[in-house]
């Protein structure tokens, strides 16, 4: 015997929103940029016979009549509601749009922004560019935040060693702690990482140096200068100097001006460069919030012409509106058209 198959009828309710047309054209005109929503609105006046450039004159005594309706009702605030028989549901907004098209005192604002980034996140984006090892990444990058704000290295590689262990549990050896400042002092700007300002000015030296690639007779100097009488430039022993490296004058003072050109804090040269950028931001829109949840957007361009419905137009519709009882098929095509 053939089996018999059975139909069963269920009844499921499931809620649908649907967007109006105009609350659509909204959100379409909040996604464009300023420039492009201008020349939308001066399309629209081209097109569109309803709409006219200006504000509108509700105030004007030669109007005082037609503003009115059979009902004495303002026209303006029943815009939507005298066109209740000819419209759908889904034709009509739950809401009227509130036309501002000029911020406050007529003036575009401008919002200071700080784009600040540390000279610390820079030495980390220049370390994720290197091809080093996992134990070696994290050497330097312990080494990054153990630096100065003037970008040097006060503390001896033994006590980070025992930092390094108490505090992130990674096990090294001084020698692989050198390896790792010997990674960051190759860093930019040269003189990161140094643990003095001698060692600071050395590197700066010898990254000329490198970058020059052939042999510069003042930048050996300066290399000696540094290196063998440190403690008399710092003491701005000149004469001294001179005659201890058995140069003339004339040439160490050349040495002299390329050494006072150096940076002792290259940390802080490269918060000043990078990390103080200051941007003037010119918002498309403003938003303004208040305590009954109502939002208000307003445009903070000044180059949007102001709208107003055309008169010729709203006094068609009005008079439509008042011998609707009486209207003609072709009336009412009128009518929807308008």
């Not at 400042?181 to 490198?210: H, M, N, V, Y």
């Not at 949007?304 to 509106?321: C, K, Q």
Request: net charge negative; charged share 35%.
């Amino acid at each position: 015997m053939a089996q018999g198959s059975r139909q069963i009828q269920s009844q499921a309710q499931q809620q649908v929103q649907t967007l109006s047309p105009q609350q659509i054209l909204v959100v379409k005109l909040l996604e464009l940029p300023a420039v492009e929503l201008e020349d939308r609105i001066h399309a629209e006046l081209l097109e569109n016979p309803a709409l006219e450039e200006g504000k509108e004159e509700n105030t004007a005594d030669e109007y005082a009549d037609s503003d009115t309706t059979e009902d004495g009702m303002n026209s303006d605030a029943n815009d939507y509601d005298s066109l209740s028989d000819y419209l759908t549901e889904d034709d009509i907004p739950d809401y009227k749009l509130q036309e501002n098209n000029r911020s406050k005192d007529e003036q575009a604002e401008d919002i200071p922004f700080s784009d600040s980034t540390s000279f610390y996140e820079i030495l980390k984006e220049q370390l994720r560019e290197r091809n080093l090892t996992e134990h070696q990444c994290d050497l330097v990058e312990y080494l990054i935040g153990s630096l100065d704000d003037d970008g040097l290295l006060r503390k001896s590689l033994e006590s980070i060693c025992d930092e390094l262990a108490i505090y992130a549990g990674i096990e090294s050896t001084e020698e692989e702690l050198e390896e790792a400042l010997c990674i960051l002092q190759d860093f930019d700007p040269a003189g990161i990482g140094a643990r003095s300002l001698q060692e600071c000015l050395l590197i700066q030296i010898c990254r000329k140096k490198d970058e020059e690639k052939k042999p510069n007779p003042i930048l050996e100097l300066e290399e000696r200068i540094i290196r063998e009488c440190y403690e008399e430039f710092t003491r701005k022993h000149w004469e001294k100097i001179i005659k201890k490296l058995d140069i003339d004058e004339e040439t160490f003072q050349e040495a002299l001006n390329e050494i006072t050109k150096l940076n002792p804090r290259p940390g802080a040269s490269l918060g000043e460069a990078i990390g103080r950028n200051l941007q003037q931001i010119v918002p498309d829109f403003i938003v303004e919030t208040y305590d009954d949840g109502t939002i208000n957007i307003s445009l903070n361009n000044r180059n949007v012409p102001e709208l107003r419905m055309s008169r010729d137009f709203t006094e068609m519709v009005e008079e439509h509106t008042k011998n609707r009882a009486n209207q003609s098929k072709e009336s009412k095509e009128a009518m929807m058209f308008l």
